[in-house]
């Protein structure tokens, strides 16, 4: 535990100079919280003095960390999540531990909001708004998907004070793949068509090289039954263009809600496409889950558009079905033991959570927390 050369001692140092100053602590307010002088952490962080075993354990216990963390030069690595949302000062941040690495995920819109770990600082590096936050990546699990109900689970488990939480990220069925592929998340939400499609994602990141250090990019994965519901075209109260549904793709005087690249919605007018050769008119701006489709055509942005019962149903909007989707989770075989993950489906199967889900319109929960081998092998 204790450094044994002055390489170490000063690697020592840098990591209590680092732990303090993203805690905006001074050297003044730390030698008082530890009862030393100033000149005693000033020479810690010099590398010119170690710590005794009694003030290494206060130590670290005011760093919030550990006393083996603080001596270990191999600390995890701090990896950005969203390679979509590059760091900025000033954002707010929550994190998860993938791995054995560090994930770090702005909070940005619907979220921007709610409850931080940390946030980027000048440097561009994410530091803790409170000591206690740094706890919290080995108790979150990570999910990427679009399903609405992901921040039902989050509350949930919040309120219910489980050994738990969630940060859900709201990127579509490709993105969610891609970054468990990647390592950056503990599990990927999907729908439609993207089971087929584990195979092809898993070639495109090992030729990117970005599996190279992804241990879940070769595990074996199973699937978590979460929820069905319907997809369908939504429009304007009344129907005032008297839309039909995607045969009305290529009218040029109908505007449809664009969706980003690699979602299930994506590709279900991508297959509407193919059978008819006219221009589409769309929005000028992507919608990013389901629940912002819906509003953009509550607000006029568009006539009609691909979202769920559900989204449709919060708006009063005309809803046709086109496809019903089951929404599940994918992710490594070896992940269901891990603690976090098991609490998790603990919750799932409880009655109670149950109840809760069964409250949220066009949801068919009866599976929820099944546990099934998943369609493609690996990832």
């Known amino acids: 535990m204790r450094p044994t050369n002055a390489g170490d001692e000063a690697a020592l140092g840098r990591r209590i100079a680092e732990r303090r100053r993203r805690l905006g602590m001074s050297q003044d307010a730390l030698a008082a919280r530890l009862g030393v002088s100033r000149q005693f952490i000033g020479a810690l962080e010099a590398g010119r003095s170690l710590p005794s075993i009694r003030v290494a354990i206060r130590l670290a216990r005011v760093l919030g960390t550990t006393v083996e963390a603080l001596f270990d030069d191999d600390h995890p690595a701090v990896r950005w999540g969203d390679p979509d949302s590059p760091p900025r000062p000033g954002v707010r941040v929550r994190w998860a531990s993938v791995d054995g690495d560090v994930v770090v995920f702005p909070l940005r819109d619907r979220r921007a909001g709610t409850l931080a770990d940390g946030v980027v600082g000048p440097s561009g590096e994410p530091e803790p708004v409170q000591a206690s936050r740094m706890a919290w990546a080995e108790k979150t699990v990570a999910i990427a998907g679009c399903d ?29 793949v891609r970054a468990l592929a990647d390592g950056r998340v503990h599990v990927a939400g999907v729908h439609g068509r993207h089971f087929a499609a584990l195979a092809q994602v898993r070639g495109e990141v090992e030729a990117s090289g970005a599996a190279s250090d992804s241990q879940a990019s070769c595990d074996p994965l199973v699937r978590v039954h979460f929820a069905r519901w319907e997809v369908g075209v939504a429009v304007q109260p009344g129907n005032p263009k008297g839309i039909r549904g995607l045969q009305d793709l290529a009218r040029p005087d109908v505007r449809w809600v664009r969706r980003p690249a690699e979602t299930a919605v994506a590709a279900l007018y991508d297959a509407a496409l193919s059978r008819d050769a006219g221009p589409v008119r769309w929005t000028p701006v992507a919608a990013l889950d389901h629940i912002q489709a819906a509003e953009m055509i509550a607000l006029g942005v568009a006539d009609a558009g691909l ?3 559900f989204a449709a149903h ?18 490594p075989l070896r992940r269901l033991s891990e603690p976090a993950m098991s609490a998790l489906l603990d919750t799932l ?15 068919d929960v009866t599976r929820l927390g099944d546990v099934m081998e998943a369609e493609g092998g690996s990832l």
């Open 148 to 176: 609405p109900a992901l921040a039902l689970l989050r509350d949930w488990l919040a309120d219910s004070g489980a050994p738990v939480r969630v940060v859900e990220l709201p990127w579509g069925s490709g993105a969610a």
């Open 349 to 363: 199967r409880t009655g109670a959570f149950r109840s809760q889900m069964e409250t949220l319109w066009g949801y």
């Open 307 to 309: 979202t769920t019962s």
């Open 314 to 331: 919060l708006y009063g909007l005309p809803f046709e079905a086109v496809e019903e989707h089951r929404f599940e989770w994918v992710l």
